[in-house]
Nanobody, 124 residues
Framework: QVLLVESGGCSVQAGGSLRLSCAAS??????MGWFRQPPGKEREGVASIYTSSSSTYYADSVKGRFTISKDNATNTLYLQMDSLKPEDTAMYYCAADWVLDFGLALTPASYNNWGQGTQVTVSS
């Protein structure tokens, strides 16, 4: 099992920026991703990245605003969030697993290792 610890969440105004971090233990996971769960709603994929190729995948709702990256030397995952909207308010989680099917990289069920989450609140 991979240990994941998120940080960086806080309350910001619409239009602001945040960078989330996820420190991960190294067990050779092939893919890491960010997910979010708004109050009362289902968890959804936000962005994912493959360790070796650095190929990235984004949900349509965040394309052009969010950027996922990974520092392989420290095994730290980042999510740069710009132009934040109230709709981005959610608990944000990072996840890691061996996901070989690129089409499932933003599917929560593809991941078996999860962090505890960090809250992001965007006010209008």
């Amino acid at each position: 099992q991979v240990l994941l610890v998120e940080s960086g969440g806080c309350s910001v105004q619409a239009g602001g920026s945040l960078r989330l971090s996820c420190a991960a233990s190294n067990d050779g996971s092939y893919c890491m991703g960010w997910f979010r769960q708004p109050p009362g709603k289902e968890r959804e994929g936000v962005a994912s990245i493959y360790t070796s190729s650095s190929s990235t995948y984004y949900a349509d709702s965040v394309k052009g605003r969010f950027t996922i990256s990974k520092d392989n030397a420290t095994n730290t995952l980042y999510l740069q969030m710009d132009s934040l909207k109230p709709e981005d308010t959610a608990m944000y989680y990072c996840a890691a697993d061996w996901v070989l099917d690129f089409g499932l990289a933003l599917t929560p069920a593809s991941y078996n290792n999860w962090g505890q989450g960090t809250q992001v609140t965007v006010s209008s």
